[in-house]
């Protein structure tokens, strides 16, 4: 199946810098890209995804981009504030086979006050 | 519209147990899904159906996990004789067929197995 790999695993920030995660993938054939945001014994929540027909997306603070050719995306965190502080998956899927999402094995940011 | 929802939160057993959890999808949600979620790791798939039927268990360990959506609207994922490496948080997601993108993540079980 599709592996992605999420680097850093640990992310410490200070407020009111970027904080930038990034995420690879194998599989050619995925063609969606969500992040989300775990917080402390909560579930994954969605933040923002990105779709392959697209290279960038931004909901206000944050920034997805997309690099098909270097199966590569990323997640970019403008303007970090105390409330960004949590865990970070990004997940890829395929529109073929089994279509299952494959998960990142998280970052933690932490953004300094 | 109301979310995911799951139960138990929290489960403790010793090994040799069994444990069932349960998840209700969001109403119209015809795809459920179920995720084994080691601390400080990402989710991973155990197994999910479209309706009632299983779409990919490949992942799911068939000699002590099961999992049945019989009606094709709640799910009930078992755990037979639980192992110390089964300690986790479990968690069921959903999504519309017509938009399987978008899964929505229910709060999850925490088992600890001693």
């Known amino acids: 199946g599709e592996q992605v790999e999420q680097l850093p695993s640990i992310l410490r920030v200070q407020e009111g810098s970027s904080a930038s995660i990034n995420c690879s993938y194998e599989?050619?054939?995925?063609?969606?890209f969500p992040w989300y945001k775990q917080e402390p014994g909560e579930n994954p929540k969605l933040i923002i995804d990105?779709?392959?027909?697209?290279e960038r997306k931004q909901i206000q603070e944050l920034i997805v981009l997309l690099d098909k050719k270097a199966k590569r995306f990323s997640l970019h965190i403008t303007d970090t504030q105390p409330g960004d502080s949590a865990m970070y998956f990004c997940?890829?899927?395929?529109?073929?086979?089994?279509?299952?999402?494959?998960f990142g094995k998280g970052t933690s940011l932490t953004v300094i006050p | 519209e109301a979310g995911v929802t799951q139960s138990p939160r929290y489960a403790v057993l010793q090994e040799g147990q069994a444990v069932s959890f349960w998840c209700d999808p969001i109403?119209?949600?015809?795809?459920l899904y179920w995720y084994q979620q080691p601390r400080d790791q990402g989710p991973q798939l155990l197994v999910y159906?479209?309706?009632?039927?299983?779409?990919?268990n490949s992942q799911l360990p068939s000699d002590r996990f099961s999992a049945v959506r019989p009606k094709g609207t709640n799910s009930t994922l078992k755990i037979q004789s639980a192992k110390q490496g089964d300690t986790a948080t479990y968690l069921c997601?959903?999504?519309?067929?017509?938009?399987?993108?978008?899964?929505?993540f229910g709060p999850g079980t925490r088992l600890l197995v001693l």
């Open positions: 109403s119209g949600h015809d795809t």
């Open positions: 997601a959903s999504s519309r067929q017509i938009n399987q993108d978008t899964q929505y």
């Open positions: 159906f479209r309706d009632e039927a299983v779409i990919d």
């Open positions: 990105i779709r392959s027909n697209m």
């Open positions: 599989d050619s054939a995925s063609n969606y």
């Open positions: 997940a890829a899927r395929a529109n073929t086979g089994y279509q299952n999402f494959y």
